[in-house]
């Protein structure tokens, strides 16, 4: 296993180990405190996409389903980058997840004391946990010189976000009204500074 290999599973222990609680938490809240849950095939399939994703790249470090040895130092740059990506959106969804606090849940839902976040990184966008879960997942991809993450990433797991961030606003329409309209007037999709 090389360095790069080493580092990508180091840090993605250590940031699975951040969102343990966050993600504990967001279980519990699902079940309990929910009063409104869309029904729709985007509460389950991108989380089962990103898990798959998870599964690839922990398989990939181990030189599984990657480009073979040959070609990591042709493309050694594009793996220093990647693992640069990984490394700082990882970071970034984690950040992401803990400013939600309260208002976390791992399905599309609205809680029963459900506040709209605009501070922090929500500031910017309304939906930096998909974009740095895109950009780590394609971060990890082009790190590990998988054939399998980064198409995967690119052509279902960024489609099916956009999709869940779209039903998300849909409902914090719903319940926000025009707070949301006013937070949205401040605030980008998915892009700082961009639409």
């Known amino acids: 296993m090389d360095p790069i290999n080493i580092i990508l599973l180091i840090n993605l222990v250590v940031t699975m180990s951040a969102n343990a609680s966050a993600a504990k938490k967001g279980v519990r809240i699902s079940v309990l405190k929910v009063t409104e849950r869309p029904e729709s095939f985007l509460q389950k399939l991108p989380p089962n996409t990103s898990a798959?994703?998870?599964?690839?790249?922990?398989?990939?470090?181990f030189n599984v389903l990657v480009l073979p040895e040959a070609f990591k130092e042709q493309y050694a740059i594009w793996r220093y980058i990647g693992l640069a990506i990984y490394i700082i959106f990882s970071w970034i969804q984690v950040i992401s997840f803990k400013e939600l606090g309260n208002s976390y849940a791992q399905?599309?839902?609205?809680?029963?004391?459900?506040?709209?976040?605009?501070?922090?990184?929500?500031?910017?966008?309304?939906?930096?946990?998909y974009l740095s879960q895109f950009l780590s997942?394609?971060?990890?991809?082009?790190?590990l010189l998988s054939?399998?993450?980064?198409p995967l990433v690119i052509l279902?797991?960024?489609p099916l976000f956009i999709m869940r961030a779209f039903l998300e606003e849909k409902i914090l329409l719903k319940h926000f009204k025009e707070n949301f309209?006013?937070?949205?007037?401040?605030s980008k999709f998915m892009i700082p500074f961009i639409g």
């Open 52 to 61: 798959l994703i998870l599964i690839l790249t922990i398989v990939g470090a």
């Open 107 to 129: 399905d599309v839902v609205i809680l029963k004391e459900h506040k709209l976040i605009e501070s922090g990184i929500y500031k910017y966008i309304r939906h930096p946990q």
């Open 137 to 143: 997942d394609l971060g990890a991809g082009i790190a």
């Open 147 to 150: 054939f399998i993450i980064v």
């Open 156 to 158: 279902v797991e960024l």
């Open 181 to 186: 309209i006013a937070y949205k007037k401040k």
